[in-house]
């Protein structure tokens, strides 16, 4: 049995987001397609937390889609459990396969239907994937899942504009939960979240993997948590994977010029007073990405390698970085 649970092998994904044709016959404009996923290849080991994370745009929320089949790559392939799943000529082939994976989304009061008693919510995977078809049965199970996220059986009468923000996101796990899922997606679950409030999903989302052998692929743009709840850490810049390493040794010894830039900007009471790399310039337009490394109008290590050719993706120690400076020795 291989140890990656999940595969992705130079996966990437292309929108068109050109003008109406009325307007580029018009107006004599090309059509215009956003490259928001670029060459992505990463594998998931069983049991384990890995944190994609990144400024906004950067791709992190479109690699969760893909993997969970609600976008088809426009190239790569994507395999879970030795099958692959990307794909669409197979997806009824696979539609056992991906049973197995799961989705929390970011927005707790967007994700639940506010006309379902939550009931109805928790349920609905049970009897879309034809787990329980006895109403009793349903119940015992939507009780058992509401206490072990932390609620109370009886909430499963109430709707969910009754409860907080962080109890909203506790029957978004329960619901993806019901499906006895191996595998979950968890796209900024505590974003929308008070800082207290996060602390209980991130410490009840690491008592259930513990419990029942979960694999997370947790999405964030908040590196103060995913330090708490990842074993390795994945970086995004402009639809592409900059550095992969293990969440010690990120936060410790980061060799991206990017990461480390992420890293200074994380608010620190220890590095009061100390000089900091701030980050400089904004993010390019993903419509004209700058040729050779998409970083370097904002890297302060960039030279002329690095604004012609686009770094591969290398092993450097622990990490695997895409980086010519750190290729050769400059930092």
């Known amino acids: 049995m291989s140890?990656?649970?999940?595969?992705?092998?130079?996966?990437?994904?292309?929108?068109d987001v050109s003008r109406p044709w009325l307007n580029r016959v018009l107006e004599?404009?090309?059509?215009?397609?956003?490259?928001?996923?670029?060459?992505?290849?990463?594998?998931?080991r069983r049991g384990e937390t890995i944190a994609l994370v990144g400024e906004s745009g950067c791709g992190k929320s479109t690699v969760a889609r893909l993997i969970v089949g609600l976008w088809q790559p426009s190239r790569g392939r994507i395999e879970f459990d030795g099958v692959e799943i990307s794909n669409p000529a197979t997806r009824a082939a696979t539609s056992q396969v991906r049973r197995r994976m799961q989705m929390i989304f970011q927005d707790p009061y967007a994700s639940l239907n506010p006309r379902w008693r939550v009931r109805e919510v928790v349920a609905e995977p049970l009897r879309v994937l034809g787990l329980a078809s006895d109403e009793a049965a349903i119940d015992r199970r939507v009780a058992e899942l509401l206490r072990q996220v932390g609620l109370a059986a009886e909430d499963a009468e109430k709707y969910p504009h009754e409860f907080s923000g962080g109890q909203r996101q506790r029957?978004?796990?329960?619901?993806?939960?019901?499906?006895n899922p191996e595998f979950l997606v968890c796209d900024e679950p505590t974003s929308a979240l008070d800082v207290s409030v996060q602390a209980q999903i991130l410490n009840l989302m690491t008592d259930?993997?513990?419990?029942?052998?979960?694999t997370y692929l947790f999405i964030s743009h908040?590196?103060?948590?995913?330090?708490?709840?990842?074993?390795?850490?994945?970086?995004?810049?402009?639809?592409?994977?900059?550095?992969?390493?293990?969440?010690?040794?990120?936060?410790?010894?980061?060799?991206?010029?990017?990461?480390?830039?992420?890293?200074d900007a994380v608010p620190d009471l220890e590095m009061s007073g100390k000089q900091r790399?701030?980050?400089?310039?904004?993010?390019?337009?993903?419509?004209?990405?700058?040729?050779?490394?998409?970083?370097?109008?904002?890297?302060p290590h960039?030279?002329?390698?690095?604004?012609?050719?686009?770094?591969?993706?290398?092993?450097?120690?622990?990490?695997?970085?895409?980086?010519?400076?750190?290729?050769?020795?400059?930092?």
């Not at 004599?28 to 998931?44: H, I, N, Y």
């Not at 639809?239 to 980061?254: I, K, M, N, Q, T």
Request: proline content about 8%.
């Open 3 to 15: 140890d990656a649970l999940l595969k992705l092998q130079e996966v990437g994904r292309d929108f």
């Open 28 to 44: 004599g404009l090309p059509r215009q397609r956003l490259r928001a996923v670029d060459s992505v290849s990463l594998d998931v």
């Open 171 to 179: 029957i978004s796990i329960a619901r993806a939960l019901s499906a």
């Open 208 to 214: 259930l993997q513990e419990k029942l052998g979960l």
């Open 222 to 263: 908040n590196l103060a948590v995913v330090s708490h709840i990842a074993d390795r850490i994945g970086v995004m810049y402009l639809g592409r994977l900059v550095e992969v390493a293990p969440a010690e040794d990120l936060f410790s010894r980061p060799q991206h010029p990017y990461t480390r830039m992420l890293l």
């Open 277 to 299: 790399t701030p980050v400089a310039g904004e993010v390019p337009n993903p419509l004209s990405p700058p040729s050779g490394c998409a970083f370097h109008p904002r890297c």
């Open 302 to 331: 960039a030279n002329d390698r690095c604004r012609m050719k686009r770094p591969a993706s290398v092993v450097s120690g622990t990490a695997t970085v895409a980086c010519h400076a750190v290729q050769e020795g400059r930092i």
